[in-house]
């Protein structure tokens, strides 16, 4: 299995700050990645797939990068609906399709 | 608007099955662009990937889970459908169905979700 290790788990801040969050992969993934949102009681939300593609209607100020094993999830200034749970999911293989254990942005 | 329901029961005895089952409405099942997967969550846990497939049958399992999953679809009624044997307490999530999709490159992410079903393995 792909194993994918998000950093950190748990990422305090505050209501315009920009913020990063890394995803790794354990071995290379090219860039067959998503990052996911997730509100408590809800479903996941696909944020951006291919690792830098923005999925349409989520916000501008939502990014991705990387390629191969590290990639980045950054806000460039937060709002207050961004606040929820981030995951990276690779889909590279699908034997089997991997996601990271999820990272809590919590307001500061 | 595509969206997806899951259905079924909440509550599952110990070593017996859990059967859950997508409805797809807005759209049609039987498309080529689309694969379609269960994905589940522990409570207060991530995401796991069970298994996915296509309007055709063909399927794609979790290696982990391969011995105990069936994924079936139904392209009359729109629907497919989710079967694990033996459950344990472990097995307790809540279970998303979701649609996937792959932007022509053959690469499939979920793009589209339920908003999932918690089951409870307790006797």
């Known amino acids: 299995d792909i194993q994918m290790t998000q950093s950190p788990s748990t990422l305090s801040a505050s209501v315009g700050d920009r913020v990063t969050i890394t995803c790794r992969a354990s071995q290379s993934i090219s860039r067959w990645l998503a990052w996911y949102q997730q509100k408590p009681g809800k479903a996941p939300r696909l944020l951006i797939y291919?690792?830098?593609t923005l999925e349409s209607e989520v916000p501008s100020r939502f990014s991705g990068s990387g390629s191969g094993t590290e990639f980045t999830l950054t806000i460039s200034s937060l709002h207050p609906d961004d606040f929820a749970s981030y995951y990276c999911q690779q889909y590279n293989s699908y034997s089997p399709y991997t996601f990271g254990q999820g990272t809590n942005l919590e307001i500061k | 608007q595509l969206q997806l329901q899951e259905s079924g029961p909440g509550l599952v005895k110990p070593s017996e099955t859990l059967s859950l089952t997508c409805t797809v409405s807005?759209?049609?099942?039987?498309?080529?662009?689309?694969?379609w997967g269960w994905i589940r969550q522990p409570p207060g846990k991530g995401l796991e990937w069970i298994g996915s497939i296509f309007y055709s049958g063909s399927t794609y399992y979790n290696p982990s889970l391969k011995s105990r999953v069936t994924i079936s679809v139904d392209t009359s009624e729109n629907q497919f459908s989710l079967i694990l044997s033996s459950v344990t307490a472990a097995d307790t999530a809540v279970y998303y169905c979701?649609?996937?999709?792959?932007?022509?490159?053959?690469?499939?992410?979920?793009?589209?979700w339920g908003r999932g079903t918690l089951v409870t393995v307790s006797s």
């Open positions: 979701a649609r996937l999709c792959d932007s022509g490159t053959n690469y499939w992410y979920f793009d589209l």
């Open positions: 807005g759209g049609s099942i039987s498309s080529r662009s689309y694969y």
């Open positions: 291919k690792a830098s």
